[in-house]
């Protein structure tokens, strides 16, 4: 497993930013998202892909029972290394949840092999899914947050879940939350949040256990555009702090004023694999 820096270690500083944007304004952030995305992403760390990846895709295909005559993923090769932020974009139906679905064994690999932290998941026994998915967070769209547990508990739960000792959630949990600025909403429930803070919840619970690999399925994708900014500077912190982020999304203006690595897919090909990449220059994504 890739060793990271601990993204906790400069939670103070994570609070201070976005609780300060909540008390001038609260879940409102500057208008202009071009320019906020495009500070962002200045004097971003520079990545070495060298070594062993942290993700590598070997001429993988993905066929579904229902459309056989359709891969969602066609032959795609492509190595992701530790500390990258990597976009993917595409239309519906391009393959984009389905190769974040390859990264977290929710599908296996019909064809070619899948590499996740030097795990071949095409040979992976289903008992030892669960051990994998210890090391990779998960934010999705909608929050999938317990409604009848505090945000404490729903954060928790994910340590329960794979018996830490009490000790361990107690401090882990708290820290967690002050680092997305959420250590004074411990005990409310997710539906005296909002969007944005729901959202901050997911992040949380995905990176309690600090996982090395953090895998993003359009997690600003229901939230205002003005909300999505906050969350999109939580998601930047903490690869800068040395986690590896993949994340699918249909923000044009984000992915073309960050520049970070952009893998773009149509008709579960991989059409483009570009360092500093925009949205898109061909067809109509």
Known sequence: VTTVSDPFASGAEAVHVVTAEQQNNPE???????????????DAPQVERTGTPTISFKGASLVY????NRPALDNISADIYPGEFVFVVGHSGSGKSSLLRLITREQ??????????????????NSKVPYLRRQIGTVFQDFKLLPD???YE???????????PRSVIKVQVPEVLRLVG????????PDQLSGGE???????????????LLICDEPTGNLDPAISLGIMKLLDRINRAGTTVVMATHD?????????????LEAGHIVRDQEKGGYGYYGAL
């Open 108 to 125: 296996k690999a019909t064809h070619g092999q899948v590499i996740v932290a030097g795990q071949d998941l095409t040979r992976m026994r």
């Open 149 to 151: 547990k505090t945000v």
């Open 198 to 212: 729901q959202q901050r919840v997911s992040v949380a619970r995905a990176m309690v256990n600090r996982p090395p």
């Open 65 to 68: 029972p229902s459309q056989p």
């Open 182 to 189: 959420l250590g004074q909403k411990m005990d409310a429930y």
């Open 28 to 42: 409102q952030a500057p208008l202009d998202r071009a320019k906020f995305f495009a500070d962002l992403a200045q």
């Open 252 to 264: 044009r203006e984000m992915v073309d004023s960050m520049r970070k690595r952009v893998i773009a």
């Open 154 to 164: 729903n954060v928790s739960f994910a340590l329960e879940c794979i018996g830490k």
